[in-house]
Structure formats: C-alpha cells, structure tokens
C-alpha cells in the first residue's frame, strides 16, 4: 500500500483548524442540540474568524457532513475488482461495520444531533465533492456488475435508495435507544438480508 507524503506546514495548519472547528460544533451540538448550532456560535466556541470557517466549509452542514463522510478509510485494496457474489456482499457490510464503528466514535449526541431532519447534507439530492458511503458502495457493485461477478434484480437507483434507508433506520435505532442496543449486529444482519435479496451471481 502506498504511503502517503507528510503534510506540509499550511496542510497541518489546515487540518488543525478543522479539527478546532468540528470539536466547536460538536460540543454545541451535545450541549445545545442543531437548532442552536450556528456559524456564529461555532466561531466564537473556536475562536476562528468567519472568514476562517468559509475558507474551510460551505455552510454548518458542510462541516457536519464533512466528519461524517470523510470517517476513516478502508484500505483501497479492499475494494479492489472482487473475485465472487461473497466478496460483494462482505465488502459492502465491511463498509457499513466502518462506519457504525466511526457513529460510535463520535457518539450519540452527535449522531442524534446530526439525523436532523432540517440538516440538508443528509438530503441525497444535494452532494458534495466528497463521497459518502454509498457512493463508495455504488462505485464497488458497479465494478462487479461490469465484470459480470453479478447482477442486481433491482436498478442501481433503487439499490442504493435501500441501502441508505437501512442504514439510517439502524442508526435511528441506536440513537433512540441511546447506544444501548447491538448497533453493529442489527446493521449487519438486515444489510445481509437484503444483500440476499437482491445480489445474484
């Protein structure tokens, strides 16, 4: 696997400031909830300029999208060409076991906070140049489409609009239950379910 080069002086600056910014945001969410989460607020918990959140995010909803889509990587390798239907489906739950690990590492409050439903980075109509899980996903089943691996007895469309309706209800479930509740079971069995449902050689 190819390492990446250090970061320069400006990156690690960069990087820095978003962390200072994304800790702001997530300490008032917890605290306050999304509807007292503002720019202002957000700058001034901070301490950054205005200026300085623009440079660095769109909108709050830019932020929270942010930490939410760029979650820690699987190894790219693992997404490489799969070799049968099994590797498909195992590579689309490894996917989601990542991210239920990454709720957990932000938390409850955040994640409650976050499944707002005034919060538009979670509309699929609206995307920004940095892709979500299941466009990670999408690009992965297509690949083993296109190499005749698989088919789907459903669209791509349709496929993708259940994945992320699963995947929200079970995060849905672990905020209501406020952690108590076998998050990454629960998102394993009904994505295998429906993988079976839908995946065929």
């Not at 008032?28 to 301490?47: D, P, W």
């Amino acid at each position: 696997m190819k390492q990446e080069p250090p970061l320069t002086k400006q990156q690690q600056k960069s990087y820095e400031t978003k962390e200072r910014i994304f800790k702001a945001a997530k300490k008032i969410l917890q605290k306050s909830g999304y509807e007292n989460l503002s720019i202002k607020n957000i700058c001034e918990e901070a301490g950054v300029s205005n200026g300085s959140f623009y440079h660095h995010f769109k909108t709050k909803d830019d932020l929270l999208s942010y930490y939410i889509e760029d979650q820690p990587a699987l190894n790219p390798d693992f997404l490489e060409e799969p070799k049968s239907i099994q590797d498909v489906k195992r590579g689309i739950i490894r996917v989601y076991l990542n991210y239920v690990d990454y709720c957990k590492e932000l938390g409850v409050a955040f994640i409650s906070e976050y499944y707002d439903t005034k919060n538009q980075a979670l509309n699929p109509a609206i995307r920004t140049e940095r892709p979500y899980p299941i466009v990670t996903v999408q690009t992965y089943v297509e690949k083993a489409i296109d190499a005749g691996i698989i088919h789907l007895n459903v669209t791509i469309e349709e496929f993708t609009t259940d994945i992320r309706m699963i995947v929200i209800g079970n995060v849905f479930e672990w905020c209501l239950r406020n952690g108590e509740t076998d998050f990454e079971g629960n998102m394993k069995r009904s994505l295998c379910k429906y993988l079976s449902s839908t995946i065929e050689a």
